[in-house]
């Protein structure tokens, strides 16, 4: 019996395991249950930056008896880590890209000193979030697109390492690893995005005031999206 949706499935199967991991806005602490009980975590911190899912999140905790190794925080974003946690993995999901750019920005070099692996998945916005992942010296080593209840999910795993290799402008915004997978989703997800693309670039051309910084974008995506499906 799983707790996890489609999408934090999807995150879960991204997790070394015997990771001390943070889930920052935990969503009743689903993830952190599970990874325990799995035994893929020896220990989990529970972040909610509101005293109500905090103490939702708390009760769930309890249920299951994982008190002990599951600590249940009320902070904001990396806020709820300290140094003596040694926590090597950081979860940020379902936050949209521009907000979970902005926790990692906001974390201090303490609270991220023992982190090597980030798995984020945005819900919009993921070439933000390949961009700040490349800017502070991580590396994307994996990446997963799911589809559930009409939304698609990117998930994206990051190491950190010494000198990262920068992307192309296609790969930042289509995703490195997704672009080498191509599944069924992604596939999907790109036409859909080339229509509406190329229809944008349509009106845009019969507006009065024609932006063509815009169009020139617009053009360049297209480009990428033709080639790579």
């Known amino acids: 019996m799983t707790l996890l949706s489609k999408r934090l499935q999807a995150v879960y199967q991204m997790v070394d395991n015997n990771v001390r991991v943070a889930d920052i806005g935990s969503d009743h602490a689903y993830l952190p249950v599970e990874l325990i009980e799995q035994g893929v975590a020896s220990y989990a911190i529970a972040g909610e930056v509101a005293p109500g899912p905090m103490s939702r999140s708390k009760e769930d905790v309890e249920k299951f008896g994982l008190s002990e190794k599951i600590d249940v925080r009320l902070g904001d974003g990396l806020a709820v880590i300290t140094d003596n946690d040694a926590i090597d993995t950081v979860v940020i999901a379902g936050m949209g890209g521009i907000l979970i750019q902005n926790i990692l920005t906001r974390a201090t070099t303490e609270q991220l000193q023992n982190v090597k692996t980030l798995i984020l998945q945005p819900n919009i916005g993921e070439p933000l979030v390949r961009h700040w ?13 799911v589809e559930e209840d009409h939304h698609v999910y990117e998930i994206i795993k990051a ?3 010494e000198n ?36 944008a ?18 053009n360049r995506y297209i480009k990428y999206i033709e080639e790579i499906l």
């Open 133 to 145: 992942l490349v800017e502070n010296n991580f590396a994307i080593v994996d990446e997963d697109i």
């Open 159 to 161: 190491n950190k390492v």
């Open 164 to 199: 990262p290799v920068s992307l192309t402008e296609a790969q930042f915004l289509m995703g490195p690893i997704l672009i080498d997978k191509k599944t069924k989703t992604f596939v999907a997800k790109w036409q859909h995005k080339l229509n509406s693309y190329q229809k």
């Open 201 to 218: 670039v349509e009106n845009m051309g019969h507006a009065k005031k024609v932006d063509q910084d815009k169009i020139d974008v617009m």
